[in-house]
């Protein structure tokens, strides 16, 4: 049995003060423990929110880090840092990073080994843009930036990734991949890991969707065989909303 994860981020959204209301509003409700759950909050609120959620079963999570542990590198935050603040996951490779500030699979692939090595889980983002899609380039484009960010790591150290398949087209847009769609491409994203390590490793994996999740949809997805979780966005900046994720993907059994 692998363990949904539903996983918030937040983006460049809120101040300090309001997520500390966000977490105290949360906090208030009761939604199944078998859902792991995790806020990813701009870096000036997360040690605030680690202590507000002490003792709670949220996590917090980071949207973005450095691989080296210290140096000249304006603006950045190391491994080091994010641990001893508390937290527990990153994002790495979102589309937003790679599009926006040049992140490239090389530098996800540091990334992902740096946080690893700190003891913190990576959450490594891949996926297609709107004419790879139209031009049948997915499963060439996902798998390429499943090896490259992946590459060289032990069986033991991918079986702590968590792995988040966002469609480019579909984030933030309001479109979404059919559950069916995305079941086929995270089944493809699980076999491609098994042909790097081994099926048990790929069992053991949990893989995300993301991508224009709400609490309409988050169940249909959830239904599927290999779809384990999602990195929800703008759903996720609301309390009610983001209860409503946890409770849905909490729902049923899943394996």
Known sequence: MRTPVIAGNWKMHKSVAASKEFVSTLKGMEWPKTVETVICAPFLALPELVK?????????????VHWE?????TG??????????????????????????????????????????????????VGEGLEERE????KEVVQHQVKAGLDTLSSE???????A????WAIGTG????????????????????????????NEVRIQYGGSVKPEN???????????????GGASLDPQSFFQLLQGAGAGEHS
Request: glycine share 8%; proline share 2%.
């Open 175 to 202: 479109k979404a991949s059919t559950a069916e769609d995305a079941e086929e491409v995270i089944s493809f994203i699980r076999k491609t890991v098994a042909d790097l390590f081994d099926q048990q490793v790929a």
């Open 69 to 73: 542990s210290q140096g000249a590198f």
């Open 52 to 64: 507000d959620t002490e003792g709670t079963q949220i996590r917090i999570g980071a949207q973005n």
């Open 218 to 232: 988050i169940r249909t997805y959830l239904a599927q065989p290999n779809i384990d979780g999602a990195l929800v």
């Open 165 to 168: 398949y966002e469609p480019i």
């Open 157 to 163: 150290e991918m079986k702590q990734v968590i792995i």
């Open 135 to 138: 031009s049948g380039q997915t």
């Open 76 to 125: 950045e935050v190391s491994v080091g840092m994010l641990k001893a603040s508390g937290i527990q996951y990153v994002i790495i490779g979102h589309s937003e990073r790679r599009t926006y500030f040049a992140e490239t699979d090389e530098m996800v692939n540091k990334k992902v080994k740096a946080t690893l090595a700190g003891g913190l889980t990576p959450i490594v983002c």
